[in-house]
């Protein structure tokens, strides 16, 4: 069902809500309001993208699957953007999986009709345009990150990106699941857990992080998660 049938929803995606009512309203015929699952793949590398994503509290991974089968995220969208990048770049695939990483809504678009509204030239493209590079920031800062930095400052920036876009201290995510976001085995993120469990940061229990101290954990983590949520700040006008 399109949102036109549903006009009291409110827009819980801020590149939406960033509209202007008349810009936002052109949209509306092609917006649907679907829920989304744990590791629901919304694109696949190499495959045709047809739909975009505008997440609302849904996390999605952009993933890295290398032949062997090993994983790494090399980014995160959620509220703060849109899944589906590269139909406004001009191609139609991407080297990278989408993977649902925290269940919740979105809001689909064709493909289509969503670079027919950027090609307009209006609000949509410019939105999109400064999305794009704090997106291209945020995955410049990962491949950074992975190379230079502990596992404990990696666990710390990862886990304060997912608690600043579910907005909440307490989510749902298991070892094996941020081991291949990571890109490291699950052991390691055991043991850097651990630290950060054992210095009360954080407490783990049955699949459930929860986040106790976020100043230490921010102080823990690598200048990544402030550079990231600073050029996130400037280009799209808020924290993200």
Known sequence: MSVSNKPHLPIENQIL?????PEYQRLVPYLERVELSINQILYEAGEPITYVYFPNQSIVSLVCIQENGATVEAGVVS?????????????????????VQVANGAMKMKAEHLVAEFQRGRELQSLLLRYTQAL??????????????TIEERLARWLLIVSDRVQSDTFPLTQEFIAQMLGVRRA???????????????????GNINILNHEDLEQTACECYSIIKDEYARLLGRQS
């Open 17 to 21: 809500a960033a509209l202007s009512a």
């Open 79 to 99: 509220k703060d953007g849109m899944v589906g990048m590269p139909v406004i770049w001009g191609g139609i695939s991407t080297t990278t999986t989408a993977l």
């Open 136 to 149: 291209f920031t945020q995955v410049t800062q990962t491949a950074a990150c992975n190379r230079l930095h």
């Open 188 to 206: 390691g993120v055991t043991v850097a857990a651990g630290i950060l469990s054992r210095a009360g940061m954080i407490s783990y229990k049955r």
